[in-house]
């Protein structure tokens, strides 16, 4: 690799970006920006970079530099939102998604962000709006589909809910978080078998999803499985010497 060659660098950071080796891709962007101080793309994956290390601040910064270069790039506007949502600045995030469809309105994946601020605002059915957009653009969209069927169950909507969870597998049989979302939709229903079934399929496919864990052990328990359960608490006794594991003991039953 040319130390001075500008795209080798800067698509090195993209690989390391994309294996999620942040920190070598850091170092890539900015050796990117050294050699060309304007480079949009550059500036944009910095500031994905900084937000994945927890950097948020500087996170910002990299999105309005990018915007200080070119006020209309979409993208950066959609980063942008979802960096200042993770910093719980909602009002602001909104701002930037809607700044971003202003741009683009096909661009679904800020209706999809647009939909997930608004839902944890409290604004269920205004995100209903925003996720059936965003399956407008993108039918098979599955992550504004799960979102979907998360807001109509908020709504009690529960057959549409189950309709949504059940086209996501459909697409895509080992999406862990839909499995997982299909299982508490069950305990609603009051089917803790097929509750149980969803969330031991989602255990297998991600051990690490929140609350799963504890709720698939419940269920167990709730149908007597006492084979399984030995296993599963094993797991969660590990999972308690490390308190950053503590959310998955947090059950839907009670």
Not at 26 to 34: G, H, N, Y
Not at 164 to 172: F, K, P, R, T
Not at 188 to 200: H, R, T
Request: aromatic share 10%; hydrophobic share 35%.
């Amino acid at each position: 690799l040319n130390p001075d060659y500008l795209e080798a660098n800067y698509n090195l950071g993209s690989t390391y970006l994309e294996l999620k080796q942040f920190n070598r891709a850091l170092e890539q962007f900015k050796k990117t920006l050294s050699l060309n101080p304007l480079y949009l793309a550059a500036h944009n994956n910095l500031g994905i970079v900084y937000k994945e290390l927890g950097q948020y601040d500087e996170s910002i910064k990299s999105y309005k530099k990018a915007l200080s270069i070119d006020s209309n790039y979409a993208e950066v506007h959609n980063n942008l939102g979802n960096t200042l949502k993770l910093m719980g600045k909602s009002d602001d995030a909104i701002n930037c998604y809607k700044k971003t469809l202003e741009i683009n309105p096909d661009y679904y994946e800020a209706h999809n962000n647009l939909g997930v601020t608004l839902m944890r605002k409290g604004q269920i059915n205004e995100s209903v709006l925003c996720y059936k957009k965003a399956l407008s653009v993108k039918k098979n969209f599955t992550d504004a589909l799960n979102n979907l069927g998360i807001a109509y169950n908020l709504l009690g909507r529960l057959d549409d809910s189950k309709k949504s969870y059940e086209e996501v597998i459909l697409m895509n049989p080992n999406n862990a978080e839909a499995l997982s979302n299909l299982g508490n939709l069950m305990i609603d229903l009051k089917d803790i078998d097929s509750a149980s079934s969803n969330y031991e399929k989602a255990y297998e496919l991600d051990s690490k999803i929140p609350f799963n864990l504890g709720n698939l052990l419940h269920t167990k328990m709730h149908l007597f499985a006492w084979k399984d359960n030995e296993k599963y608490l094993d797991e969660i006794i590990l999972r308690l010497k490390n308190r950053a594991f503590c959310e998955a003991v947090n059950p839907v039953l009670t």
